[in-house]
């Protein structure tokens, strides 16, 4: 139990453009996702954290414009990499709280994103 | 604000070595405290974790204990297998309605037959 799943694995996509990254709870209540940035050979930096239902609260240094997070249901939250640029290239990992757990996150597997 | 030091990787060891990955921290409170795990190409999996001082968190042959005195949480392995090749993350979670995970950078385990 409590998996969390993300798609696309991996997304290439031309500077300029917009690119959705999905984050699923499947088999459990997320009250809460969470998405990360993680650099090579560098920590998980936290990017923002979503409830169900309002608006993500983003980390300091965070363009919100930028990186458009929703958290319409209780087991989907996306990103939006909205005119992404070379630099916006990175390894995004989403996370989820369980409802009935609030100690214990579970990672999804992460989404690739190269921008050329 | 809170932190968390991992020792440099990468670490290569021979299969049934003795592990020891180096994790200190700095928190204000009584923070809880996480190993996590990253096998390839699949997200991180909570490997075990500490919610109080001495606390000794267990799993898979993996233990760590929480040093309040040395606000360490370092983990150990007594014998390693291939199939614990893998990226070991240290996290804490400070106290408060509203912590949030704070990360080690990671480090790489390699482990040969």
């Known amino acids: 139990g409590a998996v969390v799943s993300q798609h696309p694995s991996r997304v290439i996509c031309k500077s300029g453009t917009s690119v959705k990254i999905e984050c699923r709870s499947l088999d459990f209540q997320a009250t809460t996702m969470f998405w990360y940035r993680q650099f090579p050979k560098k920590s998980l930096m936290l990017m923002a954290t979503?409830?169900?239902?309002?608006?993500?609260?983003?980390e300091q240094g965070v363009e919100k414009d930028k990186f458009l997070i929703n958290h319409a249901s209780l087991t989907l939250s996306t990103l939006t990499v909205t005119s992404a640029h070379p630099e916006d290239s990175s390894f995004y990992i989403c996370?989820?709280?369980?409802?009935?757990?609030?100690?214990?996150?579970?990672f999804g597997p992460g989404t690739r994103l190269l921008v050329l | 604000g809170d932190s968390v030091t991992q020792m440099e990787g990468p670490v290569t060891l021979s299969e049934e070595a003795f592990l020891t990955i180096n994790c200190t921290y700095t928190a204000t409170g009584y923070p809880s405290l996480f190993w996590y795990v990253q096998y390839p190409g699949e997200g991180l999996q909570l490997l075990l974790k500490?919610?109080?001082?001495?606390d000794k968190g267990s799993n898979k042959g993996f233990e760590a204990t929480y040093r309040k005195e040395t606000t360490s949480f370092h983990l150990e392995k007594g014998s390693v297998q291939v199939s614990d090749s893998a990226v070991y993350f240290c996290?804490?979670?400070?106290?408060?309605?509203?912590?949030?995970?704070?990360f080690g950078k990671g480090i790489t385990l390699s482990v040969r037959p």
């Open positions: 979503s409830n169900e239902g309002s608006k993500a609260t983003y």
């Open positions: 996370s989820a709280m369980a409802r009935w757990y609030q100690e214990t996150q579970y």
């Open positions: 500490a919610t109080k001082a001495d």
């Open positions: 996290a804490l979670r400070g106290t408060g309605a509203n912590s949030k995970l704070t």
